[in-house]
């Protein structure tokens, strides 16, 4: 071999060794900028977010960042469905606000019913033609008939499922400003149980639900925000002598009194004013002073509000966290009107409704908010429709239905 090929060859063996070590060095350093537990903690919570309760407790093992992120969008919950009834026939949609995806089932037995209220996984619903009060669960189709009841007002309630023995239904109206009458029923009495009660101070009933069932008690709120109190063992009533929440001078809108929604979490009483052109303020009943506190953090907690009942969650995705969650779908049934605490803003943006101009029974907005579903977990099975295709869903309420919440797919 010739000197000229020998220097050649050479020099492109050092140029191959170069460039292996340069391209070990540049693979080194690319594994450094790429590796796993330095991901950027937005991609982390998003990718975290989509997996199942059992992926995310392994992959919270992997190191103590993961570990962090991952408790923070641990889903240990389901958020409720939203059944909305249909103007004709017997086909009604159910809207999972978490995977923003809607389904339809077939449900003959509510025919010619309205909802009253909603809990514990179980509607509650009346039947003016029959003056049928009657509870019914939507995904196990069980129906349990009341007595007859003359339903001249919407608010009632009920303590808890009417499987449970303890299950008490409540119902309140105002006869006069300082007398209301209250009548009671369990699901097995033959009749209801009337009587009236004084008031201590004026107390006028809503013409829409504004009720909970909080530590053994009805909690009622009145027209001018006032709180009465039922104790259904004791057969008491009381009017709280404490003020209404205070809000600004320009909050209310025409109907503020229907803008105002009553929820209940851990014993904890929460109250929820909305107007068209601002914000929702939020106070909580301080018990020990009875007073009313404006809260600026839900502490994790998710509200579901609506015009017959509302409802708390807890350990529900990151993202839907320190929420309140309105009676509206737009988008065409994309997108769940929202407000974060957090981020003192609505989601979609410009979503300010005056939520006291909806109609919880005009046909348009006849629906009710369900509870929490966890397909693939249940003895029973639905005939479905997802969007176009018909198919096979098993469901299993694992949480209380909620509310009648309003619908405009738009």
Known sequence: MSGKKRRKLKL???????????LVEVKQDTGELQSWPDLPEELLDLILSKLTLKENIRVSAVCKRWLSV???????????????FPKFGDFHEFYDPLNRKTYSVELPELCGSRVCYTKDGWLL??????????????FTRDLIKLPRFEMTYQIVAFSCAPTDPSCIIFTVKHVSPTLVAISTCHPEAPDWTTANYQNRLPFVSSIWNKLVFSNGLFVCLSLTGWLGVFDPKELTWNVLVVPPPRCPDNFFAKSWWKGKFLAEHAGEIIVI???????PIIFKLDQENMVWVEVKSLDGI??????LSSHSRIDLPGVMRNSVYFSKVRFYGKRCISYSLRDRRYYPRKQCHDWGEQDPFERKYNSSLCGSVLPGELDK?????????????????NASILCAFGYNAV
């Open 273 to 279: 004013y909305t107007c068209c052109s601002e914000n």
């Open 125 to 138: 619903l009346f039947r003016p033609r029959t003056h049928r009060l009657f509870f019914f669960n939507p």
């Open 12 to 22: 492109l063996s050092d140029t191959v060794k170069e460039n292996k070590g340069t």
């Open 302 to 307: 998710t509200l579901f509000t609506s015009f």
């Open 70 to 84: 991952a408790v923070s969008v641990r889903v240990l919950n389901q958020p409720p469905w939203i059944m909305y």
């Open 381 to 397: 099975t639905s005939d479905v429709c997802f969007g176009k295709r018909s198919r096979r869903l098993n469901v299993n309420v």
